[in-house]
């Protein structure tokens, strides 16, 4: 099973190569080095600000909005007293 991280990096790659964009091409967009996208694409291994970076560069900014944003519930009555 993969990891998270590595199922990540896959589909940044994909939305990468559905963009046509090289790996040098997201680099100079995103300002993140060519290394770390190489690396990032390999293992998975990545800084959150390039993330972000990469993200807004691929469209998928908004997407961080959603992360932990809904929360935990721990029973059906949380979230019906919640609605």
Do not use: C, P, W
Request: no cysteine.
């Amino acid at each position: 099973m993969l990891s998270i991280n590595q199922e990540l990096a896959n589909r940044v790659r994909a939305r990468r190569k559905e963009g046509k964009l090289s790996q040098a091409r997201m680099a100079s967009k995103s300002g993140v080095s060519l290394g770390s996208i190489k690396r990032f694409e390999l293992t998975g291994e990545i800084s959150l600000s390039s993330l972000l970076r990469i993200a807004f560069v691929l469209g998928f900014e908004d997407d961080f909005k959603q992360l932990f944003s809904r929360k935990n519930y721990q029973s059906l009555d949380e979230i019906i007293d919640h609605e």
